[in-house]
């Protein structure tokens, strides 16, 4: 079942955030709790899992982000998409991707970009099994300075 994130679901969430970024240090000062919060209440911010047999296998993270261009059309952004690794490979992925996507274009999204930071070549087959074009823009990233 794809459905909005929701309060019971942090640990869930969680464990599959290790998948995706096993060397991200453990927090403990219950900030993570905070933003999980912040995300459930705040409009345009959707964080989506998917369940199967009352387990939560994948996450998404869709941004809705207001747009002056494009007939003031708005446009999303898609982060930490993760599937539980032993359940990989059986259509999870383009399930909850699938429902991702249909909540952008419900919301009148002209657009939904995302980066990939996984190089292996299977990745990007799967972005584009799911619509993804590769050829359109060219990302850039930056970070603070250290």
Request: proline share 5%; net charge neutral; glycine share 8%.
């Amino acid at each position: 079942m794809f459905r909005e994130a929701r309060r019971g679901d942090l640990d869930a969430v969680l464990s599959l955030y290790r998948q995706l970024q096993p060397a991200d240090p453990v927090v403990q000062n219950g900030s993570v709790a905070e933003v999980f919060e912040q995300i459930l209440a705040a409009r345009g911010l959707h964080l989506f899992v998917l369940e199967e047999d009352g387990a939560v296998v994948a996450t998404t993270y869709l941004n809705i982000i207001p747009n002056m261009t494009r007939s003031a059309s708005p446009y999303a952004v898609i982060e930490n998409v993760v599937v539980e690794e032993s359940r990989r490979g059986k259509g999870l992925g383009k399930q909850i991707m699938a429902g991702t996507l249909q909540a952008a274009w419900d919301a009148g999204c002209y657009k939904a970009m995302l980066l990939a930071g996984s190089r292996k070549p299977a990745t990007h087959v799967f972005y584009r099994a799911c619509g993804f074009s590769g050829d359109e823009k060219t990302a850039y990233v930056a970070h603070p300075p250290a």
